[in-house]
């Protein structure tokens, strides 16, 4: 089954609301990063998370090690936070193979 | 100004052809990654580098082999490639092999087809 699962696959959001991701993780989690693929193509570093939470500008992130789930809250949506995101988590003993979620493709609509 | 460098970024090849993908950083990372994303299976990793000649399979090794000669330069090959190795390629590389401060940082991508 999927080591890292993500919610919502997709999502439609009027510019200016609100929304959050979810990752959902069946292995043991020690740190968790976000990505944004743009509609470019090009995966950019949100976050990178020890347990706890982040926050960037209209974007906050946190993480769960104990429920296994990290989230990620985007506020106030504009047109350019459209494109998909991925979580990845890493795991003890991994040796920095990060597993990758599905992604939630995330269209922001005037 | 740190970048992962992907060459080429466009690639159309001959099944059972030789194929040269390369991967060149700037920030003195230890640890680099190839990574191939198919529609609806997201990333999944190919090979991983800690360091020069310190290469480990990822979950999708078959098919594929790697080469880290310098710290600052990873290359991908695949020896007579197959359609089936269609996809987008991704290179990435982190500070460290540890837990802490192993953020990673993407090329943009390389995109192979095998006709």
């Known amino acids: 089954g999927d080591k890292v699962k993500q919610s919502p696959s997709a999502l439609s959001l009027q510019e200016g609301t609100n929304s959050a991701l979810r990752c959902n993780f069946s292995i043991a989690a020690t740190t968790v990063q976000w990505f944004l693929q743009n509609p470019r193509g090009s995966l950019i570093n949100l976050f990178y998370?020890?347990?706890g939470t982040k926050e960037n500008g209209r974007l906050k992130s946190a993480f769960d090690s104990k429920e296994s789930y990290s989230t990620l809250h985007i506020r106030d949506a504009q047109l350019e936070d459209s494109g998909t995101y991925f979580c990845?988590?890493?795991?003890?003993?991994?040796?920095?193979?990060?597993?990758f979620g599905q992604g939630t493709s995330l269209s922001v609509v005037p | 100004d740190m970048k992962v460098t992907q060459m080429p970024r466009y690639l159309i090849k001959r099944m059972g052809e030789n194929v040269l993908l390369e991967c060149g950083q700037d920030?003195?990372?230890?640890?680099m990654y190839w990574y191939r994303q198919d529609p609806g299976l997201g990333l999944q990793l190919i090979y991983i580098s800690y360091d020069v000649d310190s290469n480990s399979e990822g979950d999708i090794p078959k098919g594929y082999r790697v080469s880290r000669k310098k710290r600052e330069h990873f290359s991908l090959i695949l020896d007579s490639a197959k359609t089936n190795q269609t996809s987008v390629y991704f290179c990435a590389s982190s500070l460290s092999g540890s837990n802490s401060g192993n953020t990673l940082y993407f090329g943009e991508g390389s995109r192979l087809i095998v006709v």
């Open positions: 998370l020890v347990p």
């Open positions: 990845a988590a890493e795991a003890p003993s991994s040796f920095s193979k990060l597993v």
């Open positions: 920030m003195s990372h230890e640890t």
